[in-house]
C-alpha cells in the first residue's frame, strides 16, 4: 500500500489533522498567519538561535578545549548533527504548518507527547532565561552613573568591606549587591526588591513584544536581532585598540590537537551545537510553520546555522580581545606587586642580590610577562615571602563562563575603558537585546503549539500570551530570592539539557524510522521543487540518532559517577567554592525531568486507549448494524437468525 504524505495546511483546514474521521475529535486549526517577508523571518530564526550562550558559553568552551582545536571538532559537528536536524525541524514545521504538537500528532497521534514536551521544557526555559535578562536590566540601569557603582569597594566608617577587599568590587557588587546571595541553595533568604522589579520589567517587554503574536514581535526583533551585531562591532573595533588584545586572541585560537581523544570535549562541542541551533525547543517549527509551502527552508538552514557559527566566532574575538586587555593589565599589577616585594625583601637582607632582576624598577610597564614569567621559573622558589607568577593564562581563565564572564570579568574591563558608563550601558543593551529575542522565540515554541491544538486557546491568543507572562512572573519569583542564581544554574545545567536530548532523540526516530525518512525526503522533494540529496536519509537514520543517543548516554553517565555540584559564594572567603546538590535538590531535578518527559508516555498510552475504545465502538455499532439490517420480511432483530448467521458467515469470509 503506498504511504499517503504529511497533510498539508489545506488538507488539515478540509478533513481535520487526521481525516474525515477525526473531525469531530480534533479541532481545526485556527487560520494562520505568515511572515510579512522573508528577512522578518532570518530575524526571528537568527535571533531565537543566537543568544547569550554565544557570548558568554562558546568562548569559554573554545578556550577550555583546545582552541582552534575545538573550533573545527564545532564544525564537523555542525555539518553532520547540527545542520541536518536543524533542517529536519525547518521542513516538518513548513510542511505541516503548526506548531510542535500539531507537526508530531500529524505524524502519529501517538507521538504528539514529544511537543508537548517540548512546550514544557520551553517554559522551564522561560522561568529563568527571563530572570537573566532581569540581571541586565538591573546592570544597565546601573550603568548610568560616574563613576560605576562596581568600580570601588565601599566602606564601613573608615574601614573598606573586608569581601569586597578580599574578592574585587566586581565581584562583590554581583554577589553582595545585586544578588545579596546566601552560602549555600539550601539558605532560601529574602526576596532582592531590586530583582524582583527587573524581573517585572522583563517579562513586561517579553509581553507586550509577543502581545499581538509574530506581527508585533517582529517588530521589536528588528532592533534586538541587530542591535548586538553592531554592538559587537564596535566593541571588536575597541578591543583590537587596547592593550593585550592580540595576546588574548592568541591563547583564544591557539591550537591543542591531543584534545580531539577526550570523548568530554566531543560531549561538549556537541551539546553546545545542540543548543546553539535551539533543536528540540519547537520554536524553530513554530518560525518556520508561517512560511509559505516553497520557502527554501534547505538553504535557510545553512545560512541560519552559518550566522549562528560565525556569531560565537565573533563574539569569541570580542571576549578575549577585552580580557586579554583586562588579563595583561591585571598581570602588569601583579608583577609591580611582587617588585615592591622584592624590593623590600632586598633592604631589609631577606633576598640575595644575585637573584633579583635586571628590570627597569622605575618602569614596571616596561617588563613584559613573558620576562617575568622566565625569571620567575628560574629563581621564583629562591625568594622568601608570597611572591605569585602573575600568570597571563591563569588571569584570562578567571570568570570567562556564564554569568562570571557578563556581570564580573566584563564589567571589570570595561571599568579600565575611557567612558566606561557608556561601554557598559551598550554592553548591557546588547545582553537584553540577545535575551529578548531569544525569549520571543522561546515564547511562541509554547503559544504556537497550544493555540493551534486548541481552539479556545487559539481564539483567545491574547489572553493566552498575558496568562502565561503572569504565571512565568509568579513562578519566576523563586529565583529572584536570595539564593535564586543557584536555582538559576541548577535550571540551565539539568532541566532543558536531559528532556531536551530526549525530544531530539524521539524526533529524529519518528521521522526516519516511524515515518520514513525517504518518505519525508519525497514531502520536501514536493515543497522544494527538487529532492534533497540522500544523505540525509543516512545522517537522520543512523549518524545524528546515533549521535544524540551517545550524547544522553554520556550525560546521563556523567551525572550518575559524579554527584551534581554548583559554585557556590562564601561571604566569610569571599570566593567561589564547588558545593554538593543537596538531597532534596536532586529530588527537584529528577521531578523536573520526569516532569518534562512525562507528556510522551502519557499521550502514547492515551492515543493506544482512544484508538481501542473507537475500534470496539466501531465493531459494535458494525455488529449493531448488521443484526437489525436483517431481511426485510423480519419483524425482529430474532427472527430467521439462521439466515442472518450465514450471511454473517459469507462475510467474515469474503473479508
Known sequence: MEKQPLPTHDEETENGPYGVEDRQQDPEPVARAGWNSKIEYFLAQVGFSVGLGNVWRFPYLCHQNGGGAFLLLYILLMLVVGIPLFFLELAAGQAIRQGSIGV????????????????????????????????????LGNSFQHPLPWKDCPNEGNVTVKECELSSPTSYFWYRKALDITDSIDETGSFNPY????????????????????????????????????VLFCFLVRGLMLDGAMEGITHMFYPKIEIWGDIQVWRQAATQVFFALGLGFGSIIAYSSYNPKNNNCHRDAFTVSSINFLTSVLATLVVFAVLGFRAKDNVKECIASNMRKLSEGYHSGMVNKAIIPNFNVSDLSSVTPEDYASWFTQNGSLIPGNLTECSLEKEMQKGVEGTGLAFIAFTEAMMLLPGSPFWSALFFLMLLNLGLSTMFGTMEG??????????????????LTVFSCIIGFLIGLLFTQRCGNYFVTMFDDYSATLPLIIVVVFETFSVSWLYGADRFLDDC????????????????????????????????????????????????????????????????????????????????????????????????????YSMVNTDDKCETPLGDMSELEQRNGSTAMDS
Open 104 to 139: 508530531w500528532k500529524s505524524i502519529s497521534p501517538r507521538l504528539s507527547g514529544i511537543g508537548y514536551s517540548s512546550c514544557v521544557v520551553c517554559f522551564f526555559v522561560a522561568l529563568y532565561y527571563n530572570v537573566i535578562l532581569a540581571w541586565s536590566l538591573f546592570y
Open 195 to 230: 530583582i524582583v522589579c527587573s524581573l517585572l520589567g522583563a517579562w513586561t517587554i517579553v509581553c507586550l513584544g509577543m502581545f499581538r503574536g509574530i506581527k508585533s514581535s517582529v517588530k521589536i526583533m528588528y532592533f534586538s536581532s541587530i542591535f548586538p551585531y553592531v
Open 446 to 463: 509554547i503559544l504556537a503549539p497550544l493555540s493551534d491544538t486548541f481552539k479556545t486557546l487559539g481564539n483567545n491568543k491574547t489572553k
Open 525 to 624: 522533494e514536493v515543497m522544494l521543487g527538487w529532492r534533497p540529496h540522500v544523505i540525509y536519509k543516512y545522517l537522520w537514520k543512523y549518524i545524528c540518532l546515533l549521535s544524540m543517543l551517545g550524547l544522553l548516554l554520556a550525560t546521563t553517565i556523567r551525572m550518575l559517577i559524579k554527584r551534581p555540584t554548583y559554585m557556590a559564594w562564601n561571604h566569610e572567603k569571599a570566593s567561589e567554592e564547588n558545593l554538593d546538590y543537596p538531597d532534596w535538590a536532586l529530588a527537584v531535578l529528577a521531578l523536573l525531568i520526569i516532569f518534562a518527559m512525562m507528556p510522551v508516555p502519557l499521550c502514547f498510552i492515551y492515543s493506544m486507549l482512544r484508538d481501542r475504545t473507537r475500534r470496539l465502538s466501531r465493531d459494535g455499532e458494525n455488529t449493531a
